[in-house]
């Protein structure tokens, strides 16, 4: 397999690229990210596509979330803890209540490009160019601002890697100990309905795991966490740029994150970014709405997984909640027909955004549960495993989705409205939602008799 070049991809033709004036300084930023290390390993990429595989076969559970659109200056030790820290909560809460291996996957160290559904933005009769992300333009709204600019990829790089290396030193070096449950809530908002729930369940894990350690149960596995960066492969000049073929196998693999996804605005079977990715040997999302043809669908799994492998497929279905229960079935039934068995994820908040009268972009909590629940109902009625969730979130507790815990109202967006772009579950709601999940999951899995228990070959955390 080899990787097209360049200007063949471009050839071939891309939606939602950036409008870039300074070829030269293209080419430069282009060369230096093609003179920089690979961000992730090949091999890691191959890890995480066997652990999707066990998600695909329904012995697994994978938990993909995190920020809609990282922003440089959201590159702080703080921000990436309590991201961590909440994903972690939330994939322990899963583990312990549903008794299901979770997978865990970051929207991160790479989330920097946003498809827009407008090219140009108009405030007050200016009209500009569109906030693209940061390694796009700025939120700035000024004409310098919104100005596409080649230099941010490389900032993106750098910021990425200096993520990737705080991400990595606190999933191995003992800030995911299990052991320390209990403490990565410590300092967050209290008395919540949802702060006693964890804190009961985490006094649960300790007891179970103080049995399990007088057991003789080794210490790395309490101490060390699998986790896995990803983002949507959106912009050709960085992700070509990170395409490298491995040395060990000599095939080629995006080494811009583990798992990359296409979204639901560019992957046209005939465009770029279905051809870059078909050639990459990493796990691959694709991100599909209600509006999928069934002949697309057909010839998107075809092209990205032509030997029907084990885990490279995922996908993130956001249909929104009104849509999910009629529109899910053919979707499933046309990829079977295929022959393939995807992993099937839910994306419950792109299709359940909405604007309140006060201009706020929001989704609300129990729309978001609505769109989940359906989607268990759905693969309940084929059979299929319902294999993930896919989620915009953050560990900060922001205000930017209404509902669940804490019952945001519209009026409560304007406190913390952070977001550079989707409003996010902030951590409160994010645990939630993983104690609702938990409970559909564990009846999805007892209904199955899966027992992890008598599975100790597929666990390894
Ligand atoms: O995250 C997805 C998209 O980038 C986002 O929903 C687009 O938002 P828009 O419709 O405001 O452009
Ligand atoms: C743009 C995104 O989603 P979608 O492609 O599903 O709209 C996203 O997940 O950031």
Not at 101 to 116: F, L, N, S, T
Not at 232 to 254: K, M, V
Not at 420 to 439: K, T, V
Request: hydrophobic share 40%; aromatic share 8%; glycine share 8%.
């Amino acid at each position: 397999m080899t990787i097209p070049s360049l200007p063949d991809l471009h050839a071939i033709g891309a939606s939602q690229q950036p409008t870039y004036l300074d070829r030269a300084a293209v080419d430069a930023a282009v060369a230096e990210l093609g003179a920089r290390p690979p961000l992730v390993f090949a091999g890691e990429c191959d890890d995480l596509k066997a652990r999707i595989a066990d998600v695909a076969q329904g012995r697994a559970f994978l938990l993909q979330a995190g920020d809609c659109a990282e922003t440089f200056d959201s590159v702080t030790a703080v921000n990436i803890r309590n991201s961590l820290r909440v994903q972690l909560s939330m994939a322990v809460v899963l583990q312990y209540a549903a008794q299901v291996p979770v997978v865990k996957v970051g929207r991160i160290a790479g989330q920097y490009a946003k498809p827009r559904s407008n090219d140009d933005e108009t405030r007050e009769g200016v009209t500009l160019p569109s906030y693209r992300g940061d390694a796009v333009n700025r939120l700035a709204f000024t004409p310098e601002g919104r100005a596409h600019d080649p230099h941010r990829l490389v900032e993106v790089y750098n910021l990425s890697a200096a993520t990737l290396n705080l991400v990595r030193a606190f999933v191995q070096g003992g800030f995911a100990d299990l052991r320390t449950v209990h403490s990565w809530n410590s300092d967050f908002v209290r008395n919540s309905r949802v702060e006693a729930r964890y804190e009961a369940l985490s006094a649960e894990i300790e007891r179970a795991l103080a049995f399990m350690v007088t057991c003789g149960v080794s210490d790395d596995a309490l101490k060390v966490v699998h986790y896995y960066a990803s983002h949507e492969a959106l912009l050709l000049e960085y992700e070509h740029a990170l395409a490298r073929i491995d040395s060990r196998t000599g095939q080629p693999y995006g080494t811009s994150g583990h798992m990359l996804w296409i979204g639901e605005r560019t992957r046209q079977i005939d465009g770029a970014h279905v051809e870059l990715l078909s050639r990459l040997r990493n796990p691959i999302g694709i991100k599909v709405g209600p509006s999928v043809a069934a002949s697309d669908l057909r010839a998107l799994v075809e092209k990205l997984d032509p030997d029907n492998e084990p885990g490279r497929l995922t996908l993130i279905t956001r249909l929104g909640a009104k849509k999910v229960r009629d529109a899910l079935p053919a979707i499933i039934e046309t990829v079977q027909a295929t022959g393939r068995t995807p992993a099937w994820v839910c994306d419950p908040m792109h299709g359940n955004t909405f604007a309140t009268d006060n201009g706020y972009k929001t989704r609300a909590f129990p729309v978001i549960w609505d769109e989940v629940d359906g989607f268990f109902d759905v693969h309940r009625e084929l059979g299929t495993w319902p294999g993930g969730v896919h989620l915009e979130l953050t560990g900060n507790d922001v205000t930017e989705c209404v509902g669940g815990v804490g019952e945001l109202a519209e009026a409560d967006l304007a406190h913390r409205y952070e977001t550079a772009c989707d409003p996010r579950l902030n951590r409160n709601q994010g645990l939630e939602l993983a104690f609702y999940l938990a409970e559909r999951l564990n009846e999805d899995r007892t209904r199955r008799g899966y027992n992890p228990a008598q599975d100790f070959e597929a666990i390894d955390l």
